[in-house]
C-alpha cells in the first residue's frame, strides 16, 4: 500500500461546477498537507497548505484535513476551463524532515 | 515563475547513453530536491542536497547520482540510460531550515524531459 493515495481520474465536469479532490494516507507522522497543481508539461506550483486538521480557504479554493480518518480534500468553487490541470496531494512529517510525499495526482477537466 | 531553473528542458539520447541534468535553485534556498515524473508512477523523490550535503536518499537507482556545487547549483547525473528512464525529471528548491513561511513547501522548476530511444 502507498504512504499516499489520490485517484488519478481524469475527472470532467462542466464549467460552474463545485469539484472535489481526494487523498488518503497511511502515515500517522504526517502533519504538513499541501496541494500542488501541475499543467501539462509545466512543474507543480503549490496552491495550497495546511497544518494539521481543519479548513482552509484561499478564494475558489478550500482545503480540509481531516486527520482521524487520514483524509484530505481540495475543493474548487465555481470551477473555470483555467483550473483544467493535474492536482497532486503531498503531505510530510514535521521537525527536520521536510520531503513531502506525493499522491500521483488527479486530472482535472473543465469543459465550457 | 517558480524562481528554480532547470536545463536542458528537452533531450534525447540512446539507450547506454549518460546525460547531464542541471538545476539552480531559488536565490536564497539552500536545498535542492530532485524528482522523476513517469506516467506509471506519479511523482518519485530521488535525492535531495542541503548546502552541499547529501541529506536524504529517495528511489534513486545506483546509475544515477547527483551532486551540489557551492555556488548551490546541483547536477543529476543518468547513466547507462534504459528505455524506462524516459520521464520528467524535476529539480526543487526549499528555504533553509527553520525559515519556511508555508508550510513543508518546495517550489519546482519546469523539468527537464528526457526520451532515451
Known amino acids: 500500500q502507498k504512504e499516499v493515495e489520490q485517484d488519478p481520474g481524469p475527472l470532467s465536469v462542466p464549467e460552474g461546477a463545485i469539484v472535489s479532490l481526494n487523498c488518503t494516507y497511511s502515515n500517522s507522522a504526517f502533519q504538513y498537507f499541501m496541494w500542488y497543481r501541475q499543467y501539462s508539461r509545466k512543474g507543480p506550483e503549490l496552491l495550497m497548505y495546511?497544518?494539521?486538521?481543519g479548513n482552509k480557504e484561499d478564494g475558489r479554493f478550500t482545503a480540509q484535513v481531516d486527520k482521524s480518518s487520514k483524509y484530505i480534500s481540495l475543493f474548487i468553487r465555481d470551477s473555470q476551463p483555467s483550473d483544467s490541470a493535474t492536482y497532486l496531494c503531498?503531505?510530510?512529517?514535521?521537525?527536520?524532515?521536510?520531503?513531502?510525499?506525493f499522491g500521483r495526482g488527479t486530472s482535472l477537466i473543465v469543459h465550457p | 515563475d517558480s524562481g528554480v531553473t532547470q536545463t536542458p528542458k528537452h533531450l534525447i539520447t540512446a539507450t547506454g547513453q549518460r546525460v547531464t541534468l542541471r538545476c539552480s535553485p531559488r536565490s536564497g534556498d539552500l536545498s535542492v530536491y530532485w524528482y522523476q515524473q513517469s506516467l506509471d508512477q506519479g511523482l518519485q523523490f530521488l535525492i535531495q542536497?542541503?548546502?552541499?550535503?547529501?541529506?536524504a536518499k529517495g528511489n534513486i537507482l545506483e546509475r544515477f547520482s547527483a551532486q551540489q556545487f557551492p555556488d548551490l547549483h546541483s547536477e543529476l547525473n543518468l547513466s547507462s540510460l534504459e528505455l524506462g528512464d524516459s520521464a520528467l525529471y524535476f529539480c526543487?528548491?526549499?528555504?533553509?531550515?527553520?525559515?519556511?513561511?508555508?508550510?513543508?513547501?518546495?517550489?519546482f522548476g519546469e523539468g527537464s524531459w528526457l526520451t532515451v530511444v
Open positions: 495546511t497544518y494539521s486538521s
Open positions: 542536497y542541503y548546502n552541499g550535503e547529501e541529506r
Open positions: 503531498a503531505m510530510s512529517r514535521g521537525g527536520g524532515s521536510y520531503i513531502p510525499t
Open positions: 526543487a528548491s526549499s528555504p533553509p531550515d527553520g525559515t519556511f513561511v508555508s508550510g513543508n513547501t518546495i517550489y
